[in-house]
């Protein structure tokens, strides 16, 4: 089964229990009970994580992150309460922390999508819908739907497929008040992502989100990585042209790659995929800085 290619050994640090060793992130628990949060420069893609690491690409995620939190703090609070190393940690863990809030998370990946591709253009071309939601004919590879839908799916461990569901499905699993707040947060969410994008020359074509709560009357609250190239698909806004694959600002350079004659591997069978050239990781880092720099209007230093 699909997983790691070999499961990185977690930084022992005093006054952290480690709790999990995620695609990207390393979890821990802190003395006071806060949740930290270490995101490494590991890169997965079909459903397996590299072998080869991207180089700062840990750091772009959170820094973007951070970004992303403040521009939507009017809409939806979020987990972070600091970005401070714990004493005792690795050099190289500057830049990537992220300490928050525990929360109870939800069991669903909240999906928002705004142009037809990967999956749901697979569902469509089959079926003319995308997670049950019906779309008018005529959509191409591109195509910017009529408005955004939400389209949620079960969130997957590591090795396995994310399932796409209904909104029906989401009601059975955590009621029917939470779906409709899930619904409209991912939505509003992705609308805010969606103009700063359009504005700043990336079209956001769609995205996932992830929420909890901190009591069980609480709030929703948005937690994980938010709008960065690892949950996105960031295309470039001048070359946009439904009908033909996009110019991506994303991991998708390197799925092409993986997917294509040039890297020798069968991804339908059970060997893992093999080490990245350097110029796919350097394309890589590339795209995922460029992005950084059109979405803040900040050089990646």
Known sequence: MPG???????????GLEHLHTGKVRDLYRNEAGELVMVAGDRVSAYDWVLPTEIPDKGRILTRLTQWWFDQLADL?????????????????????????RPLEMLPIECVARGYLTGSGLVEYRRDRTVCGLALPP?????????????TPATKAE???????VTHEEVARRVGVETAAELRQLTLAVYGR???VARDRGIILADTKFEFGRETPDGPLVLADEVLTPDSSRFWLKSEWAPGRPQQP???QYLRDWLASPASGWDRDGDAPP????EEVIAGTRERYTEAYRLLTGLAWD
């Open 4 to 14: 790691f290619v070999e499961t990185p050994q977690p930084a022992r640090v005093p």
């Open 76 to 100: 939806v609070p979020h987990h972070l309460i600091s970005t401070e190393v714990p004493p005792g940690a690795p050099a190289d863990w500057e830049g990537r922390v992220m300490v928050c």
């Open 138 to 150: 005529g959509l191409e590879d591109g195509s910017e739907l009529p408005a955004p839908i939400f």
């Open 158 to 164: 590591v090795g396995d497929h994310d399932e796409n």
């Open 193 to 195: 992502g969606r103009d």
């Open 249 to 251: 600002f994303d991991k």
């Open 274 to 277: 093999p080490e990245l050239p």
